[in-house]
């Protein structure tokens, strides 16, 4: 369900407006205005507590925003609950491991792949006999390499495990944007490496919106860049522009990129 | 998960015909007891299905509830207050009529109710049991605090011809026996399907279910007013077995009383409330036949329950009846 | 009616909401702070009524009787913590709810093979019998002031010692964020033990200063527990402050909804507590 790509100008996904989340007094998100265009991976980054999961959260409706907007293909969609969004097509996954883990791989991405029917209010048939549906979570496992392992309990699965489920969920659901809060947290180096692999293979097939903490994998995969420093935008636009960037170096990227 | 393991099946399979068939030896094995506890086990079956529809609010879905005894109690009034004073009502009529009107009333308080979560759900559908409690205690509809008789069981007719007579306690036995079971597979039914899954989910992990692009909101109020809607008809099967219905029906004691079932038996397995309800029930006889204070018992019984089988009967059985733990598939 | 008869509701109202105060503070923090929905609260409650009636017996003396019922409330409410309940804080809440359910059982039936299933009167002290002359044919009971005084230095002591003492900061740190007071190296077990204790304490204390206006009864527990349940949600779950307004709020209610409206007085508690919930889903003061 991955949008078509549009003309070599391609057209703005999803954008923010002066996006601003408060909390009580405390301004986790000022003022944040940011473009995604159609297949450019972008990275939100920043040290911990710059605003990046907040903006996450507003992103797909998961807080309500202070103030600003949230567009999505030109459409406002500020206010509209999680599961309006997620239904948009913009599917996300999230920085601590959030799925089922009393389900079984499968049951987890069959569930999300339901999620696409017009109402799963039907009561009668068994939710296994719906053949697309099923088609579409396999597919997902294969994407996120899990297919082995289809009919473990993902609670009992390994941590690298449960997060490529993490992302088999959001693919399953058919998403036209993916937005990944963190998705290389807590991983060792190979399952990190393995991660990345997976994510490059996605990025050539959705919009990719990525928090995220590792630099190199940032690097790697991004076309344009956000640096969030204090709830405030630093800097964005293209990777290479942003990284030259001389608020940015002194701010952030300098020596001390490898300092958290 | 869904699959119950093969000896727990079969385990439960002999129960229920162990149940089907007691009217053929309850005779000879209780001869002096025999009616008394056909009734009994009548009474009991009706509290179980009420157990495992306060199943799919608790176990299930995650909405503990302690408000349930409200559709049961209602369900019952409904027969009470649409029959005719001394003549049978038409179970047509009047079964669709109190389960719509209770569906109605679930629908309403679900709505208001589904706005909360945590302890204030629970206390939020108490409060709402207890004004239904009141509603009928203190109004002078259906007899007030004193409660209301049913005189006449209601017919079961198609163009004038009986198909069963009520009346009869055989036929009454059988007719929640089969209603038993039909509540259970209808459950069973629910939970396989893409609705029920859902539901299941958010009892797992509610925000995620959001997240996915479902609105809870709308499966839970569902499973909420399913739920009520099945305790209105054991309500309804209970006000016609005993003719009679008062407010403690309603009560938050009879809430109570279900709740315990269903965590005594086995939260989110249907068939471990049914468990629950058989278990307590006939605890309950049989510390009533030993003392007057059988309550101490009953309490002590309860309290070793929990501190021993952390998952209810359900969980023990599942346990023992589980298959040799699964080799892990391992990966290349 | 007439401004008498108003202020000898309200002060009725807010005597009873004194009072449901006391045991609903109990409850409030032993979940805040333990998250222990404590079914057998009520049961606390019902010890102390009968154990002041009991005393007041043997001993001829109320006062004694309620100093003495304090005490055993208290030791009453360790011991369970201790033996029971502790062995459940790492379980799902619906198991303590049906641990305390199973204990209300067997407190009720205790209740009934000690000290039968009648309903006994509470002699109030001779000094406290006597009633303070309002208008020509209206007077209020000395005694129901008495009730509404001790409550109110009770919960100005529970303010003090929550907001200025250490063992308060523990309970302020347990009840807003149970996860700190581990990290904060305060020895758990003995904090529970004592805040279960407490919470016992205060529930039989109410009993025990109720028992000559309200009697002592099977069941007295069960209503009183229903009610408390209402003031802390009202209040919001683990709120001190919040219990107090519900119970304020709660005896008011009820006290106006039985002689404005008598045939849903019930009702306009249930009623009251709904509206507040919906308007405010955690309590006033969550």
């Given at each position: 369900m991955s949008a078509p790509k549009s003309s070599p100008e391609s057209s703005i996904v999803l954008e923010t407006r002066e996006l601003t989340k408060a909390f009580g007094g405390l301004?986790?998100?000022?003022s944040v205005s940011i473009v995604v265009r159609e297949g450019e991976p972008h990275a939100v980054i920043g040290p911990n507590g710059a605003g990046k999961s907040t903006f996450v959260n507003l992103l797909t409706g998961h807080l309500p925003a202070s103030g600003g907007q949230v567009l999505f293909r030109g459409r406002d969609?500020?206010?509209?609950?999680a599961h309006r969004i997620s239904r948009l097509g913009i599917g996300r996954s999230y920085q601590k491991t959030n799925i089922f883990p009393t389900f079984t791989v499968f049951e987890n991405c069959r569930l999300a792949a339901q999620?696409?029917?017009?109402?799963?209010?039907?009561?009668?048939?068994?939710?296994?006999?719906?053949a697309d549906v099923n088609a579409r979570a396999e597919r997902a496992m294969e994407l996120a390499g899990l297919a082995a392992r289809s009919g473990r309990v993902a609670g009992t699965m390994s941590y690298g495990e449960q997060r490529q489920l993490e992302i088999a969920m959001v693919l399953a659901t058919g998403p036209d944007v993916l937005v990944l809060d963190e998705p290389l947290a807590g991983m060792g180096r190979e399952e990190s490496e393995r991660m990345v692999t997976l994510l490059k293979g996605l990025a050539a097939q959705y919009t990719l919106v990525l928090v995220e903490h590792d630099m190199d994998a940032v690097f790697s995969l991004a076309h344009t860049l956000t640096v969030m420093v204090n709830g405030t935008l630093l800097e964005s636009g293209p990777v290479d522009v942003v990284r030259a960037s001389q608020a940015v170096q002194d701010a952030y990227l300098g020596d001390g990129a490898e300092a958290y | 998960m869904s699959r119950l393991p093969r000896p727990v099946a079969i385990a439960l399979l002999a129960l229920v015909v162990l149940l089907a068939a007691y009217p053929l030896y309850g005779a000879w094995l209780f001869p002096a007891k025999h009616a008394f506890l056909m009734q009994k086990i009548t009474g009991i079956m009706i509290l179980a299905i009420m157990a495992m529809s306060l199943d799919l609010l608790v176990g299930i879905a995650g909405m503990v509830s302690l408000g349930h005894a409200a559709f049961f109690g209602l369900g019952g009034y409904m027969l009470a207050i649409l029959s005719p004073e001394y003549e049978a009502a038409n179970i047509w009529i009047v079964l669709p009529a109190a389960l719509a009107i209770v569906a109605a009333v679930a629908a309403i308080i679900g709505a208001l109710s589904i706005r909360t979560t945590g302890i204030s759900f629970i206390m939020i559908t108490l409060a709402f049991g207890q004004m239904g409690f009141y509603f009928f205690n203190d109004s002078r509809l259906a007899g007030g605090s004193d409660g209301a008789y049913i005189y006449v069981m209601p017919a079961v007719e198609i163009a004038g011809i009986?198909?069963?007579?009520?009346?009869?306690k055989l036929v009454f036995y059988y007719l929640v026996f089969g209603l038993f079971i039909g509540a259970y597979l209808l459950l069973k039914v629910l939970l396989a399907s893409p609705f029920g899954r859902v539901v299941q989910a958010i009892g797992v992990n509610e925000s995620r279910v959001k997240g996915l692009g479902f609105n809870p909101d709308h499966y839970k109020l569902v499973a909420f007013v399913i739920g009520a809607t099945i305790a209105g008809l054991a309500g309804f099967l209970g006000a016609a077995q005993y003719g009679f219905v008062n407010p403690a029906m309603l009560s938050w004691h009879q809430s109570g009383t279900a709740l315990v079932m269903v965590i005594l038996g086995g939260m989110g397995t249907i068939f471990g409330p049914a468990l629950g309800a058989f278990v307590l029930e006939l605890a309950r006889m049989g510390f009533e036949g030993m003392t007057e204070h059988w309550l101490l018992p009953m309490g002590l019984f309860v309290i070793a329950v929990v501190l021993l089988l952390p998952k209810g009967l359900a969980g023990l059985l599942l346990q023992l009846g589980a298959?040799?733990?699964?080799e892990p598939e391992d990966e290349a | 009616m007439d401004v008498w008869f108003f202020l000898i509701q309200a002060l009725n109202g807010v005597q009873y909401g004194l009072l449901l105060f006391l045991v609903a503070s109990g409850l409030t923090l032993i979940f805040g702070i333990m998250g222990i929905i404590n079914l057998a609260h009520g049961s606390f409650y019902m010890l102390g009524a009968y154990t002041a009636y009991w005393l007041a017996l043997k001993t001829g003396s109320l006062l004694a009787a309620l100093v003495l019922s304090l005490p055993i409330a208290a030791l009453v409410g360790f011991g369970i913590e201790t033996l029971l309940v502790r062995a459940l804080?790492?379980?799902?809440h619906l198991d303590q709810v049906l641990l305390t359910y199973g204990l209300i059982l067997v407190f009720n039936e205790a209740q009934k093979l000690i000290w039968g299933s009648d309903v006994h009167a509470v002699a109030m002290p001779a000094v406290l019998n006597w009633s303070f002359p309002l208008t020509d044919n209206l007077s209020y009971p000395i005694y129901r002031l008495v009730i509404s005084a001790v409550c109110a230095v009770v919960a100005l002591g529970m303010w003090w010692v929550i907001a200025k003492t250490r063992f308060g900061m523990w309970v302020r740190a347990g009840a807003s964020n149970r996860e700190m007071v581990q990290a904060l190296g305060i020895n758990v077990k003995l904090l529970f033990g004592l805040v279960f204790a407490i919470g016992a304490a205060l529930a039989g204390l109410a009993g025990a200063i109720a028992a000559p206006v309200s009697s002592v009864y099977p069941g007295m527990g069960d209503s009183v527990l229903i009610l408390c349940f209402v003031v802390v949600v009202i209040g919001g779950v683990g709120s001190v402050k919040g219990a107090f307004l519900g119970a304020i709020l709660i005896g008011l209610a009820d006290t106006f909804g039985r002689v404005l409206v008598p045939d849903f007085a019930s009702f306009s508690v249930y009623a009251v507590m709904a509206a507040v919930l919906l308007w405010k889903p955690k309590g006033l003061f969550a």
């Amino acid at each position: 369900m991955s949008a078509p790509k549009s003309s070599p100008e391609s057209s703005i996904v999803l954008e923010t407006r002066e996006l601003t989340k408060a909390f009580g007094g405390l301004v986790a998100v000022n003022s944040v205005s940011i473009v995604v265009r159609e297949g450019e991976p972008h990275a939100v980054i920043g040290p911990n507590g710059a605003g990046k999961s907040t903006f996450v959260n507003l992103l797909t409706g998961h807080l309500p925003a202070s103030g600003g907007q949230v567009l999505f293909r030109g459409r406002d969609i500020t206010s509209l609950p999680a599961h309006r969004i997620s239904r948009l097509g913009i599917g996300r996954s999230y920085q601590k491991t959030n799925i089922f883990p009393t389900f079984t791989v499968f049951e987890n991405c069959r569930l999300a792949a339901q999620s696409r029917l017009s109402s799963s209010m039907r009561f009668f048939r068994p939710a296994r006999a719906l053949a697309d549906v099923n088609a579409r979570a396999e597919r997902a496992m294969e994407l996120a390499g899990l297919a082995a392992r289809s009919g473990r309990v993902a609670g009992t699965m390994s941590y690298g495990e449960q997060r490529q489920l993490e992302i088999a969920m959001v693919l399953a659901t058919g998403p036209d944007v993916l937005v990944l809060d963190e998705p290389l947290a807590g991983m060792g180096r190979e399952e990190s490496e393995r991660m990345v692999t997976l994510l490059k293979g996605l990025a050539a097939q959705y919009t990719l919106v990525l928090v995220e903490h590792d630099m190199d994998a940032v690097f790697s995969l991004a076309h344009t860049l956000t640096v969030m420093v204090n709830g405030t935008l630093l800097e964005s636009g293209p990777v290479d522009v942003v990284r030259a960037s001389q608020a940015v170096q002194d701010a952030y990227l300098g020596d001390g990129a490898e300092a958290y | 998960m869904s699959r119950l393991p093969r000896p727990v099946a079969i385990a439960l399979l002999a129960l229920v015909v162990l149940l089907a068939a007691y009217p053929l030896y309850g005779a000879w094995l209780f001869p002096a007891k025999h009616a008394f506890l056909m009734q009994k086990i009548t009474g009991i079956m009706i509290l179980a299905i009420m157990a495992m529809s306060l199943d799919l609010l608790v176990g299930i879905a995650g909405m503990v509830s302690l408000g349930h005894a409200a559709f049961f109690g209602l369900g019952g009034y409904m027969l009470a207050i649409l029959s005719p004073e001394y003549e049978a009502a038409n179970i047509w009529i009047v079964l669709p009529a109190a389960l719509a009107i209770v569906a109605a009333v679930a629908a309403i308080i679900g709505a208001l109710s589904i706005r909360t979560t945590g302890i204030s759900f629970i206390m939020i559908t108490l409060a709402f049991g207890q004004m239904g409690f009141y509603f009928f205690n203190d109004s002078r509809l259906a007899g007030g605090s004193d409660g209301a008789y049913i005189y006449v069981m209601p017919a079961v007719e198609i163009a004038g011809i009986s198909l069963m007579n009520l009346e009869n306690k055989l036929v009454f036995y059988y007719l929640v026996f089969g209603l038993f079971i039909g509540a259970y597979l209808l459950l069973k039914v629910l939970l396989a399907s893409p609705f029920g899954r859902v539901v299941q989910a958010i009892g797992v992990n509610e925000s995620r279910v959001k997240g996915l692009g479902f609105n809870p909101d709308h499966y839970k109020l569902v499973a909420f007013v399913i739920g009520a809607t099945i305790a209105g008809l054991a309500g309804f099967l209970g006000a016609a077995q005993y003719g009679f219905v008062n407010p403690a029906m309603l009560s938050w004691h009879q809430s109570g009383t279900a709740l315990v079932m269903v965590i005594l038996g086995g939260m989110g397995t249907i068939f471990g409330p049914a468990l629950g309800a058989f278990v307590l029930e006939l605890a309950r006889m049989g510390f009533e036949g030993m003392t007057e204070h059988w309550l101490l018992p009953m309490g002590l019984f309860v309290i070793a329950v929990v501190l021993l089988l952390p998952k209810g009967l359900a969980g023990l059985l599942l346990q023992l009846g589980a298959k040799p733990a699964p080799e892990p598939e391992d990966e290349a | 009616m007439d401004v008498w008869f108003f202020l000898i509701q309200a002060l009725n109202g807010v005597q009873y909401g004194l009072l449901l105060f006391l045991v609903a503070s109990g409850l409030t923090l032993i979940f805040g702070i333990m998250g222990i929905i404590n079914l057998a609260h009520g049961s606390f409650y019902m010890l102390g009524a009968y154990t002041a009636y009991w005393l007041a017996l043997k001993t001829g003396s109320l006062l004694a009787a309620l100093v003495l019922s304090l005490p055993i409330a208290a030791l009453v409410g360790f011991g369970i913590e201790t033996l029971l309940v502790r062995a459940l804080y790492k379980r799902d809440h619906l198991d303590q709810v049906l641990l305390t359910y199973g204990l209300i059982l067997v407190f009720n039936e205790a209740q009934k093979l000690i000290w039968g299933s009648d309903v006994h009167a509470v002699a109030m002290p001779a000094v406290l019998n006597w009633s303070f002359p309002l208008t020509d044919n209206l007077s209020y009971p000395i005694y129901r002031l008495v009730i509404s005084a001790v409550c109110a230095v009770v919960a100005l002591g529970m303010w003090w010692v929550i907001a200025k003492t250490r063992f308060g900061m523990w309970v302020r740190a347990g009840a807003s964020n149970r996860e700190m007071v581990q990290a904060l190296g305060i020895n758990v077990k003995l904090l529970f033990g004592l805040v279960f204790a407490i919470g016992a304490a205060l529930a039989g204390l109410a009993g025990a200063i109720a028992a000559p206006v309200s009697s002592v009864y099977p069941g007295m527990g069960d209503s009183v527990l229903i009610l408390c349940f209402v003031v802390v949600v009202i209040g919001g779950v683990g709120s001190v402050k919040g219990a107090f307004l519900g119970a304020i709020l709660i005896g008011l209610a009820d006290t106006f909804g039985r002689v404005l409206v008598p045939d849903f007085a019930s009702f306009s508690v249930y009623a009251v507590m709904a509206a507040v919930l919906l308007w405010k889903p955690k309590g006033l003061f969550a």
